[in-house]
């Protein structure tokens, strides 16, 4: 609900009331609690957004918005599941840049990474990975994933200072729980070529996406060029499959949260 905010202030949209907001969906979710599916890989996805209301066509930010929440049961976000997936590295086309929306959740910044999700498509690739639009060089994220690299020992994923990256609430649960297991995390610009300087020197052990709906992905190739960067031998690292688990543990409720990250909802008790 904070990162909701953060969006509403970038794109001139009023502030919601965060604690309402919370309610509101607890309250769909009783409403609404036989859709919530059981099978192990499954989930209710919760998608609150909001839409100017205006009757207008034009060039201005509305007078009136209307906020609402959709959720509909899923599977795995990615045919391949907890298996990892083929990306492709884009070179040609940009997604946000400096000073732009990059940061928000906002539908334009997926409608400027269609074009490159078809061609991603047609390589037999599950997404695409983005460059920075200056130099086209440093890592940014993985279209709907935030990204991660071990790389001798060490993780690194890209900063957020720039501002074209959205700052994934699954990226900081992921960064809290390395740390509490004393394993380092570097936030820093990555630039595509020392990752393939790792590959080819043999220090790339692991790289995934992170995401609310995939969780985690794991990465095993990525297409740059002409060149193919092979991760791991295209198995799930070790790493990555300690992390789902975990993480998927204490959304279940299956392992005790120590974050205060989950929130409870009474099914059956609307208030």
């Known amino acids: 609900m904070e990162r909701i905010n953060i969006s509403n202030k970038r794109l001139c949209i009023p502030q919601i009331d965060e604690e309402f907001a919370?309610?509101?969906?607890?309250?769909?979710?009783?409403i609404d609690n036989e859709w919530i599916p059981t099978l192990d890989e499954t989930s209710l996805y919760i998608r609150p957004f909001i839409i100017a209301t205006d009757p207008f066509l034009g060039m201005k930010s509305s007078?009136?918005?209307?906020?609402?929440?959709?959720m509909s049961p899923v599977g795995s976000y990615y045919k391949e599941g907890i298996n990892p997936v083929k990306i492709y590295v884009e070179t040609?086309?940009?997604?946000?840049?400096?000073?732009?929306?990059?940061?928000?959740?906002t539908a334009g910044n997926y409608a400027a990474s269609i074009k490159s999700q078809v061609e991603a498509k047609e390589k037999g690739c599950s997404q695409v990975l983005w460059l920075d639009a200056l130099e086209r060089k440093y890592i940014e994220e993985v279209g709907t994933m935030n990204v991660f690299f071990k790389i001798n020992g060490e993780i690194i994923t890209p900063s957020l200072e720039e501002g074209s990256i959205l700052s994934g609430i699954t990226r900081e649960s992921i960064i809290q729980l390395l740390k509490s297991w004393d394993i380092k995390v570097t936030e820093r610009k990555i630039s595509i070529d020392e990752l393939y300087e790792a590959h080819t020197k043999g220090k790339l052990q692991e790289a995934f996406g992170t995401g609310t709906a995939a969780v985690i992905s794991p990465i095993g190739e990525l297409c740059?060029?002409?060149?193919?960067i092979l991760i791991n031998n295209k198995e799930t690292?070790?790493?990555?499959?300690?992390?789902?688990?975990?993480?998927?543990?204490?959304?279940?409720?299956?392992?005790?949260?120590?974050?205060?990250?989950?929130?409870?909802?009474?099914?059956?008790?609307?208030?």
Request: glycine share 10%; proline share 0%.
């Open 22 to 30: 919370l309610k509101s969906i607890k309250t769909l979710l009783n």
């Open 63 to 70: 007078d009136t918005y209307k906020f609402m929440v959709i």
């Open 92 to 105: 040609n086309y940009v997604r946000a840049v400096r000073g732009g929306t990059g940061y928000a959740k």
């Open 224 to 228: 740059w060029n002409d060149k193919c």
């Open 237 to 271: 690292g070790e790493l990555a499959s300690k992390i789902y688990n975990t993480l998927t543990g204490i959304q279940k409720g299956d392992i005790k949260d120590t974050f205060n990250w989950i929130v409870e909802v009474n099914l059956g008790e609307v208030t």
